[in-house]
């Protein structure tokens, strides 16, 4: 296994979106080894529910690009046996909330059986899907469920936020020999960002501090972190310095570069688009309690979804749903700031 | 799917055949469900709608046969596709349009949307958005029933409905087993429109005869033509008296075609021109209606005024799921639980969950 590139040449760099470094990234991958295939509901013909294997299909034919039928839990075990006899199948799960008829096989089995058989065989599997409500796809569609994941030893969880990291993360987890739940979003397959040429490979388990600053700090990881972002450049605007870490991996998680940051600021902000309770947040306050207790200034507050079962109406999904707006203010009041004026409140 | 056989001549106007009567209320259900699915497209264009949203549109003879076999007291069970089954299970047009609307007045308040119609009242049981979600609770529900009333012509079943594609995930094969096993007043109808979202049945399932499967599970399997409303309803109603009377599960395939996307956003740019022009000749609203004028049912100017009828009851719907009101945020916490629990969450996003002790 390979760590952190270290490039020395000067490195070009693109504009693309989320999705295309997705895509291009698999076709990467799709050349460099090909022990990697692609296994996934309507990933062939239909080109992807969301368009991520655009074109696979056509340049590497059916014995890499497999569709497969309505069957999650089949084809997932499929791709696990695969794996335990050293391919390195890719699966698409066509959202986090299907991936839940998979997950004897994800838990029970994927997770285990490097540990359980001590060490006879190794697990290269990765399973991409992606998560995420706003869309008003209702209760059964919208499920933020990575903490499910993150919680099981022997899985790894990554959740990029930019089109750079899905780049060098999703390289990094299809060649890595453990089992990789590869997170994606719904709302950021259209996000543009910088993207450099080449092999990029980021290390797995390392979270990024993505903007500097002194005053707090906000954690977050996939979507989140685009949020997270713009409201900390909107409140560097009023004067703020607020700092930035995007978790980038779920599990492990880096808890050094969280205790570093909150260290340093003394106030923390999660924002994570989960339910509160056990969520993500939960355990990055208990790292912080447990790290940097004595250099908090304020409590570690967290801003999650509303726990219910998301509702279709939009005026509820809105209510439900964590914001930039929400966020401010979080922040504000672990600042002990005057709230904003009611309109830029408003969600 | 290429081809595609009738499995029986047509019996409008058969022998000892249905009264004109019938044939015209099934047209006119077949023409609500028509225009009620296309104005739901246009809907969904405008953003009144949101989400996915799955039509009938091309499947209208088989709703309307589907809905004529099942009796008020049996219990309905579907995936997402669901607007049509909803509609003639006797909800109004505006109950449904202001579900998609995403309303309170909707079925399920605005709470479910497109794909999770619910009315206890008129024991539709849900509008499943997981692929074979819908089917274990229907085997449940019949379980139920098996419990607590005994067979006979007056005991009430289940009706199952799935989509072809939705018969290659467990769910479809645990529950067959134990219905079979258990012998579950239960119909299970395979919708078999040719295709899930891009994939065809030949491509998804290796026996594509789906009704065969019911070997497996020693039932009754049958396949009919879903373009054919009575066949469907005479198939549906004859599957539905052995699981009333001897609780004998059934499996029932019947064949349609899906005259656009998966779904509303979805171009079909994947679909083979044949494939499409099949499903566009073999679009039963248009055929049964010559077929009834032909034999005399109906009018021509009769046919033109049941289609007229139908689209300004889908205006009235509109109207009503226009002018009704969104849910009120400050009800998100509602229908959670049925009992009231102590510390049950009711924070909105950012509301500190503790206060100072
Ligand atoms: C478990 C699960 N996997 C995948 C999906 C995504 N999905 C929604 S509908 C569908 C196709 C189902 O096809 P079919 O059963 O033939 O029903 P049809 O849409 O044709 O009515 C798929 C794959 C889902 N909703 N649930
Ligand atoms: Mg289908």
Same mark, same amino acid.
């Given at each position: 296994?390979?760590?952190?590139?270290?490039?020395?040449?000067?490195?070009?760099?693109?504009?693309?979106?989320?999705?295309?470094?997705?895509?291009?990234?698999?076709?990467?991958?799709?050349?460099?080894?090909?022990?990697?295939?692609?296994?996934?509901?309507?990933?062939?013909?239909?080109?992807?529910?969301?368009?991520?294997?655009?074109?696979?299909?056509?340049?590497?034919?059916?014995?890499?690009?497999?569709?497969?039928?309505?069957?999650?839990?089949?084809?997932?075990?499929?791709?696990?046996? &695969?794996?335990?006899?050293?391919?390195?199948?890719?699966?698409?799960?066509?959202?986090?909330?299907?991936?839940?008829?998979?997950?004897?096989?994800?838990?029970?089995?994927?997770?285990?059986?490097?540990?359980?058989?001590?060490?006879?065989?190794?697990?290269?599997?990765?399973?991409?899907?992606?998560?995420?409500?706003?869309?008003?796809?209702?209760?059964?569609?919208?499920?933020?469920?990575?903490?499910?994941?993150?919680?099981?030893?022997?899985?790894?969880?990554?959740?990029?936020?930019?089109?750079?990291?899905?780049?060098?993360?999703?390289?990094?987890?299809?060649?890595?020999?453990?089992?990789?739940?590869?997170?994606?979003?719904?709302?950021?397959?259209?996000?543009?960002?910088?993207?450099?040429?080449?092999?990029?490979?980021?290390?797995?388990?390392? &979270?990024?501090?993505?903007?500097?600053?002194?005053?707090?700090?906000?954690?977050?990881?996939?979507?989140?972190?685009?949020?997270?972002?713009?409201?900390?450049?909107?409140?560097?605007?009023?004067?703020?310095?607020?700092?930035?870490?995007?978790?980038?991996?779920?599990?492990?998680?880096?808890?050094?570069?969280?205790?570093?940051?909150?260290?340093?600021?003394?106030?923390?902000?999660?924002?994570?688009?989960?339910?509160?309770?056990?969520?993500?947040?939960?355990?990055?306050?208990?790292?912080?309690?447990?790290?940097?207790?004595?250099?908090?200034?304020?409590?570690?507050?967290?801003?999650?979804?509303?726990?219910?079962?998301?509702?279709?109406?939009?005026?509820?999904?809105?209510?439900?749903?964590?914001?930039?707006?929400?966020?401010?203010?979080?922040?504000?009041?672990?600042?002990?700031?005057?709230?904003?004026?009611?309109?830029?409140?408003?969600? | 799917?290429?081809?595609?056989?009738?499995?029986?001549?047509?019996?409008?106007?058969? +022998?000892?055949?249905?009264?004109?009567?019938?044939?015209?209320?099934?047209?006119?259900?077949?023409?609500?469900?028509?225009?009620?699915?296309?104005?739901?497209?246009?809907?969904?264009?405008?953003?009144?709608?949101?989400?996915? %949203?799955?039509?009938?549109?091309?499947?209208?003879?088989?709703?309307?046969?589907?809905?004529?076999?099942?009796?008020?007291?049996?219990?309905?069970?579907?995936?997402?596709?669901?607007?049509?089954?909803?509609?003639?299970?006797?909800?109004?047009?505006?109950?449904?349009?202001?579900?998609?609307?995403?309303?309170?007045?909707?079925?399920?308040?605005?709470?479910?949307?497109?794909?999770?119609?619910?009315?206890?009242?008129?024991?539709?049981?849900?509008?499943?958005?997981?692929?074979?979600?819908?089917?274990?609770?229907?085997?449940?529900?019949?379980?139920?029933?098996?419990? +607590?009333?005994?067979?006979?012509?007056?005991?009430?079943?289940?009706? %199952?409905?799935?989509?072809?594609?939705?018969?290659?995930?467990?769910?479809?094969?645990?529950?067959?087993?134990?219905?079979?096993?258990?012998?579950?007043?239960?119909?299970?109808?395979?919708?078999?429109?040719?295709?899930?979202?891009?994939?065809?049945?030949?491509?998804?399932?290796?026996?594509?005869?789906?009704?065969?499967?019911?070997?497996?599970?020693?039932?009754?399997?049958?396949?009919?033509?879903?373009?054919?409303?009575?066949?469907?309803?005479?198939?549906?109603?004859?599957?539905? +008296? +052995?699981?009333?009377?001897?609780?004998?599960?059934?499996?029932?395939?019947?064949?349609?075609?899906?005259?656009?996307?998966?779904?509303?956003?979805?171009?079909?740019?994947?679909?083979?021109?044949?494939?499409?022009?099949?499903?566009?000749?073999?679009?039963?609203?248009?055929?049964?209606?010559?077929?009834?004028?032909?034999?005399?049912?109906?009018?021509?100017?009769?046919?033109?005024?049941?289609?007229?009828?139908?689209?300004?009851?889908?205006?009235?719907?509109?109207?009503?799921?226009?002018?009704?009101?969104?849910?009120?945020?400050?009800?998100?916490?509602?229908?959670?639980?049925?009992?009231?629990?102590?510390?049950?969450?009711?924070?909105?996003?950012?509301?500190?969950?503790?206060?100072?002790?």
């Amino acid at each position: 296994m390979n760590t952190d590139t270290d490039n020395t040449e000067a490195v070009t760099t693109r504009t693309i979106t989320y999705r295309q470094a997705l895509n291009e990234t698999l076709r990467a991958e799709l050349e460099h080894d090909e022990k990697v295939f692609l296994i996934g509901e309507e990933i062939g013909v239909f080109e992807g529910s969301y368009k991520i294997t655009a074109g696979l299909l056509e340049d590497f034919g059916p014995d890499r690009v497999l569709d497969a039928p309505i069957a999650e839990e089949g084809f997932v075990g499929a791709a696990l046996g &695969a794996a335990m006899l050293g391919m390195r199948p890719v699966v698409e799960i066509m959202t986090i909330n299907f991936s839940l008829i998979a997950i004897d096989q994800i838990v029970n089995h994927a997770a285990k059986m490097r540990s359980m058989f001590a060490g006879q065989v190794s697990i290269p599997l990765v399973i991409r899907m992606p998560g995420g409500g706003g869309q008003q796809l209702a209760a059964t569609h919208s499920q933020n469920l990575e903490v499910w994941y993150a919680h099981i030893p022997g899985l790894k969880v990554v959740a990029p936020s930019t089109p750079a990291d899905a780049k060098a993360l999703l390289t990094a987890a299809i060649r890595d020999d453990d089992p990789v739940i590869f997170l994606e979003n719904l709302s950021l397959y259209s996000a543009k960002g910088e993207v450099p040429d080449g092999e990029q490979i980021a290390e797995i388990g390392k &979270a990024a501090v993505v903007k500097t600053g002194i005053d707090l700090t906000i954690v977050s990881y996939s979507r989140g972190t685009t949020t997270a972002l713009e409201v900390a450049n909107q409140l560097e605007a009023e004067g703020l310095s607020i700092e930035v870490v995007d978790l980038r991996s779920l599990r492990p998680l880096d808890r050094d570069t969280i205790c570093a940051s909150v260290k340093k600021t003394g106030h923390a902000v999660v924002f994570e688009d989960d339910w509160l309770s056990y969520g993500i947040g939960a355990e990055i306050s208990a790292t912080i309690g447990e790290g940097v207790f004595d250099f908090l200034d304020a409590p570690v507050r967290r801003v999650a979804a509303a726990e219910v079962p998301l509702p279709y109406a939009k005026s509820l999904e809105r209510a439900a749903l964590p914001s930039a707006a929400d966020l401010a203010r979080v922040v504000r009041e672990v600042l002990n700031l005057a709230p904003a004026t009611a309109t830029s409140n408003d969600k | 799917m290429a081809t595609k056989a009738r499995t029986r001549a047509k019996q409008v106007d058969a +022998q000892g055949g249905d009264p004109a009567g019938t044939l015209r209320d099934y047209y006119e259900q077949m023409s609500l469900v028509r225009a009620f699915e296309l104005r739901s497209g246009e809907m969904y264009a405008r953003a009144k709608i949101g989400g996915y %949203c799955h039509l009938n549109l091309g499947e209208e003879a088989t709703v309307v046969g589907l809905m004529a076999a099942i009796e008020a007291r049996d219990y309905l069970f579907t995936g997402y596709r669901d607007h049509g089954y909803a509609l003639l299970r006797g909800l109004s047009p505006e109950r449904v349009m202001a579900e998609l609307f995403g309303k309170t007045t909707g079925v399920s308040g605005g709470r479910g949307g497109s794909m999770h119609l619910f009315d206890a009242e008129t024991r539709l049981f849900g509008g499943y958005g997981i692929v074979g979600g819908q089917i274990p609770p229907a085997t449940g529900a019949a379980l139920a029933l098996k419990y +607590q009333e005994s067979a006979g012509p007056d005991a009430a079943a289940v009706m %199952c409905l799935l989509g072809d594609g939705t018969t290659n995930i467990g769910a479809f094969h645990e529950s067959l087993n134990l219905a079979g096993l258990w012998k579950l007043p239960i119909v299970y109808v395979i919708v078999n429109n040719g295709l899930g979202m891009g994939t065809t049945v030949e491509k998804a399932s290796a026996e594509p005869e789906l009704y065969k499967r019911a070997a497996s599970y020693r039932m009754p399997g049958l396949r009919v033509d879903g373009d054919d409303v009575l066949a469907v309803r005479d198939a549906a109603r004859d599957a539905l +008296q +052995q699981a009333r009377e001897s609780r004998q599960p059934v499996l029932l395939e019947v064949m349609c075609y899906r005259l656009r996307g998966h779904s509303v956003v979805d171009p079909a740019r994947y679909r083979s021109p044949e494939d499409t022009t099949i499903a566009q000749q073999s679009d039963p609203v248009p055929s049964f209606r010559a077929e009834l004028i032909a034999s005399g049912v109906l009018s021509e100017a009769d046919a033109t005024a049941i289609d007229e009828a139908a689209d300004a009851r889908v205006t009235e719907a509109v109207t009503f799921a226009e002018e009704s009101p969104e849910p009120d945020p400050d009800d998100l916490f509602a229908y959670v639980y049925a009992t009231a629990v102590a510390n049950a969450p009711s924070a909105l996003p950012g509301e500190p969950v503790m206060d100072a002790l």
